[in-house]
């Protein structure tokens, strides 16, 4: 079984820009969701999306959108990029709504995004 | 607030040595304890999930205990390896009742150094 797909692995913007991340959960998970992780702060949690519809968000500005496909594949976008964005963008899926006992969480290995 | 503190936050042992890392953590009302091994540029894997109701659980070489009165957790690893150098991160979830599933509140790692 494929694991957790995550595109672009590397990416470099520049402050202003806008970005549009990619992942595509395990075959037959449903909730997919994101974090942020940086040096300094660890793992934060974004959102969760589970049947195309935002079911859980952590706390970061508006600038951090996401969506999530029919086919469970999710993207995350990030407008007017600041430097402070620099950072490892994880996702991960999970066949059940919530990072349930009886549903890990399987993750990606991250795009890597630099903002200057 | 939730908080989940991890000590030390970097350790260098020698190959075959045991070493012992600590999560200490203020996430209630708790629903699960995680450990996750993350290698460098990769996204994390997990180790063991434990409730409340267990007190240790293995993984191979890895052994994970929870005193769920004092709030503390403890990964033990037993005869590194050198492909055990990574990041281990702890995380903790709590029930969130607004939409029942899980809350995350992870904590920013240790990290860990097998050397030869």
């Known amino acids: 079984k494929a694991g957790v797909t995550q595109t672009p692995r590397y990416l470099i913007k520049t402050r202003g820009q806008q970005v549009t991340l990619s992942c595509s959960p395990i075959s037959g998970h449903r909730s997919v969701s994101w974090y942020q992780q940086t040096p300094g702060q660890g793992l934060q949690f974004l959102f969760e999306y589970f049947s195309e519809t935002q079911r859980n968000k952590g706390n970061f500005p508006g600038r951090f959108s996401g969506r999530q496909f029919s086919n469970s594949r999710s993207e995350m976008n990030v407008s007017t990029l600041e430097l402070g964005d620099s950072a490892l963008y994880l996702c991960?899926?999970?066949?059940?709504?919530?990072?349930?006992?009886?549903?890990?969480?399987?993750f990606g290995n991250g795009t890597r995004l630099t903002v200057t | 607030k939730n908080q989940v503190e991890q000590s030390p936050q970097s350790l260098i042992i020698l190959e075959g040595k045991n070493c012992t890392l600590q999560c200490n953590y203020t996430v209630s009302p708790f629903s699960n304890l995680r450990w996750y091994k993350q290698d460098t540029g990769r996204g994390p894997v997990s180790l063991t999930i434990?409730?409340?109701?267990?007190n240790t659980k293995s993984n191979g070489r890895y052994t994970a205990t929870l005193d769920a009165d004092t709030k503390q957790s403890s990964l033990h690893i037993t005869a590194s390896q050198l492909s055990d150098s990574a990041s281990y991160i702890c995380?903790?979830?709590?029930?969130?009742?607004?939409?029942?599933?899980?809350?995350?509140?992870f904590g920013t790692g240790t990290r860990l150094t097998i050397i030869p």
């Open positions: 434990m409730t409340f109701s267990e």
């Open positions: 995380v903790v979830s709590g029930p969130q009742p607004n939409f029942g599933n899980e809350k995350l509140t």
């Open positions: 991960a899926s999970s066949s059940r709504q919530g990072a349930s006992y009886n549903s890990p969480l399987h």
